[in-house]
């Protein structure tokens, strides 16, 4: 059983089996790359009513549908691209026999792959994008020592790690500056080492544009295969991250001056205002710990104008989906909002302690405090990590003892 | 010297020759053109006529037209140009020569050989 396809070939529908179909249409546009322009897009068309007449004829005698053989008969009539070519160039060796020779001749028959006329294979090297990891550098060395790549990747892997880390890491990355990216159809043809044909160069196009794994190269620049695509552009965005840090560093501290000046302002007006809140014992006894939620509030309201400005930063350097305007307002009336409590937290702070350094100490406590209780918890998750072994001894094993007879019960 | 060269190289000489002769008969599109030239076993593969209808067409010997068939597409029906007429002229003549010359050349042969049969006798 075979699929079979309604084509038109001059003007003619003909009912064609797939694999003729395919061979007809490698002939067919191997016959284009031997008669090129005006003139040779006028014998292709030509031959090719010639051979919707052949295909006709084939009907009328009764067969149903065009098979392979039909084709093969045709492309043996009409003559091969090579012949054709050999015809219409006399200086060349012509491979044409005498008349009543036709079925004598001994070159081998038409198949579809044979490039015709086979121009000399010139093989370079390129960096393989569509198949890479990181550049693509193991990549087009595969196909340009035709091996297999997984093999070569182990043993890229096993070098570094023979060569501790350094050397390899160091010649992957000039070899990633280095070796350029396979990027038109005929590059990607040239690194795998094919002819480059009309025909191929085809196929190339159309293999390109089918498999999901292989993402066209620099076309989406919005993607992360753009960012990815060349050391040079990296090294580019690793500088330009660089500024952007310095930057954003900037940034922070302005956003802390303009927010101390604003706690400033408003810790003098509302100073009065807060009296009013004088005689509630509550406050009072929370006093030392006003400082402490005044420092917080400050702490947010510093980390929230710097995700901003690093936001902003990853939207110009990797093309980030840019926050909306609902996003922006919320953020804005979010940001006074904090600052108002800080204000007050802080006035507060200010009023019952009555230190001079209140801001700066009650800003510094909250630091010191994560410093301290992350360097506490480094140091539980590095004892838990200790008591492991003993732990899966204690633990595990006994458990899965358990576990195991109720799982194959 | 490659024998097979020198065979389609007269070959390709002559069938420039043969389709300017037929179309001067008539005007007839490929098929009948291919019909004939292989009844006269001058050519193998259809596909040689092609390339060499749109070399003589572009050398303006040769002019086509399209006409509607009882059955299929249009053809294209070629026919020969006044220039084409000029060509033929010239080529049936140097022709007339070759064929003179080289039927000249064969009938010495069989005489020599019917000679050098006679004096074997």
């Not at chain 1, 390129?126 to 182990?154: C, E, N, P």
């Not at chain 1, 038109?184 to 009309?198: A, D, H, K, N």
């Not at chain 1, 209140?358 to 506490?376: G, H, K, R, V």
């Not at chain 2, 007269?10 to 179309?23: I, Y």
Request: hydrophobic share 45%.
């Amino acid at each position: 059983m075979k699929k079979t396809f309604p084509v038109n070939i001059n003007g003619n529908i003909f009912y064609i089996d797939e694999d003729a179909y395919k061979l007809l249409l490698d002939y067919l546009s191997q016959l284009r790359t031997t008669f090129t322009g005006a003139e040779g897009e006028e014998i292709v068309n030509d031959i090719e009513s010639r051979i919707s007449e052949h295909f006709d004829e084939r009907i009328r005698l009764g067969a149903n549908v065009i098979v392979l053989e039909d084709v093969n008969r045709v492309i043996e009539t009409m003559g091969r691209p090579e012949e054709l070519s050999d015809e219409s160039r006399p200086e060349t060796d012509s491979q044409e026999e005498t008349t009543d020779s036709c079925g004598s001749q001994n070159v081998p028959p038409f198949n579809g792959t044979q490039a015709c006329p086979p121009p000399p294979i010139h093989k370079r090297l390129f960096r393989d994008i569509r198949h890479r990891v990181f550049g693509g550098v193991i990549a087009g060395l595969s196909q340009y020592f035709d091996w297999d790549v997984t093999v070569m990747r182990i043993l890229f892997v096993v070098l570094t790690l023979c060569t501790y880390f350094w050397p390899c890491v160091i010649i992957y990355l000039v070899a990633w500056m280095v070796i350029p990216v396979a990027r038109t159809p005929r590059e990607i043809l040239e690194m795998q080492g094919q002819p480059v044909t009309l025909d191929n160069i085809g196929q190339t196009v159309i293999n390109n544009s089918v498999p999901p794994a292989a993402p066209v190269p620099d076309t989406d620049t919005s993607s992360f295969a753009y960012f990815v695509n060349t050391f040079f552009s990296i090294a580019a965005k690793f500088i330009l991250g660089f500024f952007g840090l310095i930057a954003a560093v900037t940034a922070i501290v302005f956003c802390c001056l303009i927010l101390v000046a604003i706690c400033g302002i408003i810790i003098y007006w509302t100073s009065g205002a807060t009296t009013i809140l004088d005689g509630l014992d509550i406050l009072e006894t929370a006093a030392p710990y006003i400082s402490s939620w005044g420092g917080i509030a400050i702490f947010c309201a510093i980390l929230l104008p710097a995700l901003a400005v690093t936001w902003v930063a990853s939207c110009v350097l990797f093309k980030a989906k840019t926050p909306s305007k609902a996003g922006i307002i919320t953020a804005v009336i979010l940001e006074i909002i904090i600052i108002a409590i800080a204000a007050v937290l802080m006035g507060l702070a200010d009023h019952y302690e009555d230190q001079a350094f209140c801001l700066f100490y009650s800003m510094a406590q909250p630091i010191s405090f994560s410093l301290t209780s992350s360097i506490d918890s480094l140091s539980q998750v590095a004892e838990t990590a200790a008591s492991i072994p003993s732990l899966t001894r204690n633990a595990v094993i006994p458990s899965a003892i358990l576990v195991a007879p109720a799982i194959t019960a | 010297m490659n024998i097979d060269n020198l065979k389609s190289q007269m070959r390709k000489g002559m069938l420039e020759f043969c389709v300017l002769l037929l179309l001067k008969r008539g005007d007839a599109y490929a098929s009948e053109m291919i019909a004939r030239l292989k009844d006269a076993h001058l050519i193998v593969m259809e596909g040689t006529l092609y390339p060499l209808l749109t070399r003589l067409k572009n050398d303006g010997l040769l002019s086509y037209r399209w006409e509607e068939s009882m059955q299929g597409p249009p053809r294209k029906y070629y026919s020969i140009t006044t220039l084409g007429l000029d060509f033929l002229g010239q080529l049936q003549s140097s022709w007339d020569d070759i064929s003179r010359s080289v039927n000249l050349l064969l009938s010495d042969q069989t005489t020599i050989s019917n000679t050098s049969n006679i004096t074997e006798e």
